[in-house]
């Protein structure tokens, strides 16, 4: 399991944007149409699970975060190919699989993507999306 909520994945998912220099907590809240309390108290909350840093106002991922954001990357290619391969339109597959990838567990992610040929690239031709 990725043990990640959909509040989680989404603050994971945007301070990833802001590469290896991260973001400012002003950044993200703004990002996020939230305060910047809220986004304090969620930021310390991904500290305590070990997927976010927090130094001198620089918040990164840590080096768990990147090990689970690359898991769930690969569970969502995986099961975008699956569906597209099982017929469902290519142009629908990405918001679909958004739903749910983030729930799936990780050793079954791990063996759809095995399944479908461990593809580097989603149906729309991304590395991640
Ligand atoms: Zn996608």
């Keep these: ?69 690359e898991a769930l990357r690969i569970t969502h290619i995986a099961f975008e190919t699956a569906f597209v391969r099982l017929g469902m339109p290519v142009e629908d597959v990405c918001a679909a699989v958004h739903v749910f990838d983030f729930k799936v567990p990780q050793e079954l992610g791990l063996k759809i993507y095995r399944a479908v040929g461990k593809p580097a690239k989603c149906p729309n031709g991304k590395s991640s999306c």
């Excluded at 399991?1 to 994945?9: A, I």
């Excluded at 590469?19 to 108290?41: D, F, H, K, N």
């Design 1 to 69: 399991m990725y043990n990640l909520s959909e509040k989680e994945m989404i603050y994971m998912k945007e301070v990833y944007r802001g590469g290896v220099q991260g973001v400012r907590l002003s950044m993200l809240a703004t990002a996020l149409g939230i305060s910047p309390p809220s986004a304090l108290e969620e930021v310390r909350h991904l500290q305590k699970k070990a997927l976010l840093k927090n130094e001198g106002g620089r918040i990164t991922i840590s080096k768990n975060g990147m090990k689970v954001l």
